[in-house]
């Protein structure tokens, strides 16, 4: 039995993250999940998030998603978006605009899914700024 699980976060444009972890926390479309090394095998859906990976050293890494998948096999977890950013690369001020920015659009009434997606990826992306700042 292994005591460490390998992390994958991909997104359209690459890898986001990966590396060895102790644990993560995602939040799926039916609640938080946490994962350590030898969970049993998983797929669900994920919703904006802010995923928390805690790495062997003992950092922990926040990654803002958008919606897409977690899968869970043999010590492995890949957390799958369209939109994944680490919470280290992440302006809060800048975030914090672009949400405010998508909520004035929503406030108006344009609720198309471009609207939507903003939203909710400004959305993670404060989370994740957020939590980033508060572990620091």
């Known amino acids: 039995m292994s005591d460490t699980i390998r992390v994958?976060?991909?997104s359209a444009t690459g890898i986001a993250?990966?590396?060895?972890?102790?644990s993560v926390i995602a939040r799926t479309t039916e609640g938080d999940i946490g994962i350590l090394p030898n969970h049993e095998p998983f797929l669900a859906?994920?919703?904006?998030?802010?995923a928390e990976v805690l790495?062997?050293?003992?950092?922990?890494?926040?990654?803002a998603l958008d919606t897409g998948l977690i899968s869970v096999a043999d010590n492995r977890v890949a957390l799958l978006?369209?939109?994944a950013r680490v919470a280290a690369e992440i302006d809060l001020n800048a975030a914090e605009?672009?949400?405010a920015a998508a909520e004035k659009r929503l406030?108006?009434?344009?609720?198309?899914?471009e609207t939507m997606q903003h939203f909710r990826r400004a959305q993670a992306q404060v989370?994740?700024?957020?939590?980033?700042?508060?572990?620091a």
């Open 55 to 63: 790495t062997v050293d003992g950092r922990r890494e926040i990654v």
């Open 45 to 50: 859906g994920l919703v904006p998030c802010a």
């Open 97 to 99: 605009h672009e949400l």
């Open 81 to 83: 978006s369209q939109f």
């Open 127 to 135: 989370k994740a700024a957020r939590l980033a700042g508060e572990k």
């Open 107 to 113: 406030n108006a009434g344009e609720t198309d899914e």
């Open 8 to 10: 994958e976060v991909v």
């Open 17 to 22: 993250w990966e590396g060895e972890a102790l």
